[in-house]
């Protein structure tokens, strides 16, 4: 005899679910590469673009991530070359920060540039002090007002995009974050050009207020070169020092982040953060440009100048990547209050700057 049985009442009975199908290796490393090949493309765009007379004040940086931004609003992001683009915008990344310690010559600043240290790292406190601050009062988001504040005070997007893995920033954040440096900091540059000849500062003066207070070292070389080489020398020391301070900066955010997380009982999650290694070889090639290339080993200047050139270009790859992520129907109310924030630490910044020359 027949007994019927009740599937919801024997479990062991319920039909098993569909197996996942196998990830085809050959499928995945081809949207691999295609999404790696996409964001240099947008990058080859953007820095097209920027010897377009206009855009040449922007820098590739900005451009591709403006190129990236719109072709995500109009097409949407492109979900099956996922897996290259974030390649770019994570590996790249950190990968072209490691190269980017190859500009900073320890030994010069050191040396040279011990009392225009301290300087920087007032620059450095005031710019994130007061910008959150001014997003506290201004009731902004405090993630992305605390990115603009460490790009405004240390240098720019490639502060940014070292800090995001640390204090754990959206990609979106970390995007529009880069954008607005970019941007607001080739404004400055330009009005300080056509300031400078009404300014009553000699070279030096000039050079030390441009290196201080700019935000990008493209910046500061775009505002100081104007006003001659030793102006420009000083400008970039300056500079150099606060890409410098960004190591201790990066180590005391990360003890902060795991002391809040500890705090809140986190700690035990396994969200502890992960070390940022990418700092270790930040520093390493920093030693490596300061004490061994050109001395111990002779590199010509081509080649420097070179893998200066990729390094940007991978930097701008993975700003492609992080500016896909940006939806601005989402943002559009979000960075408004922050970049107001930024805006006034950079003219505050600048002003007493000025007034303390």
């Known amino acids: 005899m027949a007994v019927a049985v009740n599937d919801r009442a024997c479990p062991s009975r319920q039909p098993e679910p569909y197996p996942k199908q196998p990830v085809n290796r050959k499928t995945a490393f081809f949207s691999w590469i295609k999404g790696i090949c996409f964001t240099f493309i947008i990058a080859l765009l953007g820095y097209g673009l920027a010897f377009v007379p206009g855009f040449n004040h922007v820098g590739q940086l900005a451009c591709s991530i403006i190129l990236a931004v719109l072709y995500r609003q109009v097409w949407g992001y492109p979900e099956q070359i996922r897996s290259g683009i974030e390649f770019s915008s994570k590996k790249l990344l950190r990968f072209a920060i490691i190269l980017f310690g190859l500009k900073l010559n320890i030994d010069i600043v050191l040396h040279q540039g011990l009392g225009l240290l301290l300087r920087d790292a007032v620059t450095i406190i005031f710019a994130i002090t007061v910008t959150l601050l001014l997003a506290k009062w201004l009731k902004a988001d405090l993630s992305l007002?605390?990115?603009l504040g460490i790009g405004t005070g240390i240098c720019g997007a490639a502060a940014i995009a070292a800090v995001s893995p640390i204090l754990k920033a959206k990609e979106e954040d970390t995007a529009m974050g880069a954008g607005i440096i970019?941007?607001?900091?080739?404004?400055?540059?330009?009005v300080y050009t056509i300031l400078r000849p009404l300014l009553p500062l000699s070279e030096l003066q000039y050079g030390i207020w441009t290196g201080v207070s700019l935000h990008e070292i493209a910046h500061v070389a775009l505002a100081a070169a104007p006003a001659g080489q030793d102006a420009l020398a000083i400008a970039l020391l300056a500079k150099l020092g606060r890409v410098f301070l960004l190591v201790p900066l990066s180590f005391i955010l990360l003890y902060l982040q795991n002391l809040k997380r500890k705090r809140s009982g986190e700690a035990n999650t396994g969200t502890r953060i992960v070390f940022p290694w990418f700092l270790v070889g930040f520093i390493a090639m920093s030693f490596l440009g300061s004490y061994i290339l050109g001395k111990s080993i002779i590199v010509p200047a081509w080649a420097i100048n070179d893998i200066s050139s990729v390094t940007t270009f991978f930097l701008t790859m993975a700003m492609v990547g992080l500016?896909?992520?940006v939806n601005l129907k989402?943002?559009?109310t979000k960075a408004l209050r922050p970049l107001i924030a930024m805006l006034i630490t950079?003219?505050?910044l600048s002003g007493l700057t000025l007034v303390s020359l």
């Not at 970019?182 to 330009?190: C, E, K, N, P, Q």
């Open 182 to 190: 970019a941007l607001i900091g080739t404004i400055f540059s330009i």
């Open 346 to 348: 950079s003219f505050l």
């Open 145 to 147: 007002s605390l990115l």
């Open 330 to 332: 989402e943002l559009r």
């Open 323 to 325: 500016g896909l992520h």
